[in-house]
Nanobody
């Protein structure tokens, strides 16, 4: 059973930055970040695979950057120029299957492993 542990959430003012981390208990081919705001569905925002392929949702493209430390099985999300609409619970997700995905179309069912989430709050 793969375990994912997120960290790095918090509260910032608009325009600020945060860096999220997700530590996986073992090697995983594909990892992603989703977010869910109150009253809204969980949305995928970015995905990366072990070959370095990445895909970003339009809502975060140019502001957020995903990266990974393969040796440590750790995923990162650098979030810059944060906006109030970025306020949400952020979840790390993982899938061992070697499939290439698009952030625009990936869904919850594409990933079998999830972290507990970390809250990001952006004030105006």
């Amino acid at each position: 059973q793969v375990q994912l542990v997120e960290s790095g959430g918090g509260s910032v003012q608009a325009g600020g930055s945060l860096r999220l981390s997700c530590a996986a208990s073992e090697y995983i081919y594909s990892m992603a970040w989703f977010r869910q705001a109150p009253g809204k569905e969980r949305e995928g925002i970015v995905v990366i695979d072990r070959n370095g392929y990445t895909s970003y949702a339009d809502s975060v493209k140019g502001r957020f950057t995903i990266s990974q430390d393969s040796a440590r099985n750790t995923l990162y999300l650098q979030m810059n120029s944060l906006r109030p609409e970025d306020t949400a619970m952020y979840y790390c997700a993982a899938d061992p299957r070697p499939r290439r995905r698009s952030a625009a179309t990936m869904g919850r069912s594409d990933f079998g492993y999830w972290g507990q989430g970390t809250q990001v709050t952006v004030s105006s």
